[in-house]
């Protein structure tokens, strides 16, 4: 092909993308300044004027020419907002990559370039597939590349590499007859708020709470399946965990809140969203901080998170039908938060909660029905 005659213009009548031009250098030596774009793509840093010319005058031109790689600048509101490429592409397989100006982020251009350029990776080049990857933690990209489509998630430990360093990945590809559109449910934590308290999702500062709360001898009692002992770094990871849990469709985890400082009080969540068999049940689970407990915090919080997750999921709820919510029988205090909250107590299971002491205790279920 050549440069610049052969690049297709693509466009939705918002995005355009267009062959690179000498004018975009400026910009694109900007946009490379950001932080952010260097925390999750792998160009150079300190990123010199001397690399953008490089890459916009003879990387892309020659990427072009020699059918290797296939980069467009994305055209916004009149002006150079950013790159997207293809690469590769031999067997029919290749992968993107793409970053957009901060002053542009979240108005949906990468959504709509990315929708361009995979269209065109099928329909131009012939291709058979198109892979995603991302270092993990860059949610921004996974939610562009959710929304384009891109599916069948995995991590890979060390799978990606910037500048020398191996780091986490994620990958995700669609394929040519794929419908360009999620797959799966993406939730959102939205901050629901009353009797004093406010859900809101989970901070890394709640890290030193997360772990006092977690690390007290009741919650280990209680809840055995927690990590122990119960460190900074398990309440980092927990904390870490949770975006992915909302994106992969599993679970919403809560903060619990005091509405006035903020200061995190203990954790609602809504887990087994994605069950396989039954997709309109949630069950509840929750610890508290040992100094928050007795003021009826927890009741107040599950009543938001019912509430919450019995709204139709048009209406930014979770679309739920029935609610759970397993206890041990001798813990009083979690049977009184469902009981309070109108659950029934449906089963009795026995000897099914095992405790660290390799003792078991009769494990409660109640349930609650969104037509109780
Ligand atoms: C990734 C990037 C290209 C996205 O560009 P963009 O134009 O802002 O993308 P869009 O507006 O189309 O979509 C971004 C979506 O991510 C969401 N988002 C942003 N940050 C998020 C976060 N931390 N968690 C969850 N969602 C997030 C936005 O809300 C938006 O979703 P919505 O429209 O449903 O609200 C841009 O952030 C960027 O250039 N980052 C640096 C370079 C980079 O990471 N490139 C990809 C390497 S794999």
Same mark, same amino acid.
């Given at each position: 092909?050549?440069?610049?005659?052969?690049?297709?213009?693509?466009?939705?009548?918002?995005?355009?993308?267009?062959?690179?031009?000498?004018?975009?250098?400026?910009?694109?030596?900007?946009?490379?300044?950001?932080?952010?774009?260097?925390?999750?793509?792998?160009?150079?840093?300190?990123?010199? !004027?001397? !690399?953008?010319?490089?890459?916009?005058?003879?990387?892309?031109?020659?990427?072009?020419?020699?059918? *290797?790689?296939?980069?467009?600048?994305?055209?916004?509101?009149?002006?150079?907002?950013?790159?997207?490429?293809? #690469?590769? /592409?031999?067997? +029919?397989?290749?992968?993107?990559?793409?970053?957009?100006?901060?002053?542009?982020?979240?108005?949906?251009?990468?959504?709509?370039?990315?929708?361009?350029?995979?269209?065109?990776?099928?329909?131009?080049? /012939?291709?058979?597939?198109?892979?995603?990857?991302?270092? @993990?933690?860059?949610?921004?990209?996974?939610?562009?590349?959710?929304?384009?489509?891109?599916?069948?998630?995995?991590?890979?430990?060390?799978?990606?590499?910037?500048?020398?360093?191996?780091?986490?990945?994620?990958?995700?590809?669609?394929?040519?007859?794929?419908?360009?559109?999620?797959?799966?449910?993406?939730?959102?934590?939205?901050?629901?708020?009353? $009797? #004093?308290?406010?859900?809101?999702?989970?901070?890394?500062?709640?890290?030193?709470? &997360?772990?006092?709360?977690?690390?007290?001898?009741?919650?280990?009692?209680?809840?055995?399946?927690?990590?122990?002992?119960?460190?900074?770094?398990?309440?980092?990871?927990?904390?870490?965990?949770?975006?992915?849990?909302?994106?992969? +469709?599993?679970?919403?985890?809560?903060?619990?809140?005091?509405?006035?400082?903020?200061?995190?009080? =203990?954790?609602?969540?809504?887990?087994?969203?994605?069950?396989?068999?039954?997709?309109?049940? $949630?069950?509840?689970?929750?610890?508290? !901080?040992?100094?928050?407990?007795?003021?009826? @915090?927890?009741? *107040?919080?599950?009543?938001? &998170?019912?509430? !919450?997750?019995?709204?139709?999921?048009?209406? #930014?709820?979770? =679309?739920?039908?029935?609610?759970?919510?397993?206890?041990?029988?001798?813990?009083?205090?979690?049977?009184?938060?469902?009981?309070?909250?109108?659950?029934?107590? @449906?089963?009795?299971?026995?000897?099914?909660?095992?405790?660290?002491? $390799?003792?078991?205790?009769?494990?409660?279920?109640?349930?609650?029905?969104?037509?109780?």
């Amino acid at each position: 092909m050549r440069f610049p005659e052969d690049v297709p213009v693509l466009t939705d009548g918002v995005v355009t993308l267009r062959a690179h031009t000498a004018d975009d250098v400026e910009p694109a030596y900007r946009i490379c300044q950001d932080p952010v774009m260097q925390q999750w793509t792998t160009i150079p840093v300190p990123y010199r !004027h001397e !690399h953008a010319v490089n890459f916009l005058t003879e990387v892309v031109p020659n990427g072009w020419r020699t059918n *290797t790689m296939w980069a467009w600048a994305i055209e916004y509101d009149g002006r150079y907002a950013g790159t997207i490429d293809l #690469g590769d /592409g031999e067997g +029919g397989v290749g992968e993107v990559g793409f970053a957009v100006d901060p002053e542009v982020r979240g108005n949906g251009v990468m959504t709509r370039a990315l929708k361009l350029a995979v269209r065109y990776a099928f329909d131009g080049l /012939g291709w058979e597939r198109v892979i995603w990857r991302a270092f @993990v933690g860059n949610y921004a990209s996974r939610r562009v590349a959710w929304k384009v489509g891109f599916r069948g998630l995995v991590t890979i430990p060390g799978g990606g590499r910037a500048r020398g360093v191996r780091k986490d990945e994620w990958v995700a590809s669609v394929g040519r007859d794929d419908e360009l559109e999620p797959q799966g449910i993406w939730w959102t934590v939205p901050v629901l708020e009353d $009797g #004093g308290i406010r859900l809101r999702a989970l901070r890394d500062s709640d890290a030193q709470r &997360v772990m006092e709360a977690c690390s007290d001898e009741r919650t280990q009692q209680w809840l055995s399946g927690m990590p122990s002992p119960y460190g900074l770094d398990e309440a980092a990871g927990f904390i870490a965990s949770r975006p992915d849990a909302a994106a992969s +469709g599993e679970a919403v985890a809560w903060a619990i809140a005091d509405a006035a400082g903020d200061e995190l009080l =203990g954790n609602v969540s809504v887990f087994g969203l994605k069950n396989r068999i039954d997709r309109t049940t $949630g069950e509840i689970g929750y610890w508290m !901080h040992p100094d928050a407990r007795g003021r009826k @915090v927890m009741s *107040t919080a599950v009543e938001l &998170v019912i509430a !919450h997750a019995f709204r139709p999921i048009e209406d #930014g709820g979770l =679309g739920r039908r029935r609610l759970i919510l397993r206890c041990a029988d001798v813990n009083t205090a979690s049977a009184h938060v469902a009981e309070a909250n109108g659950f029934t107590r @449906v089963g009795n299971e026995r000897l099914a909660d095992p405790r660290r002491d $390799g003792t078991y205790d009769n494990l409660l279920t109640y349930d609650l029905l969104a037509t109780d």
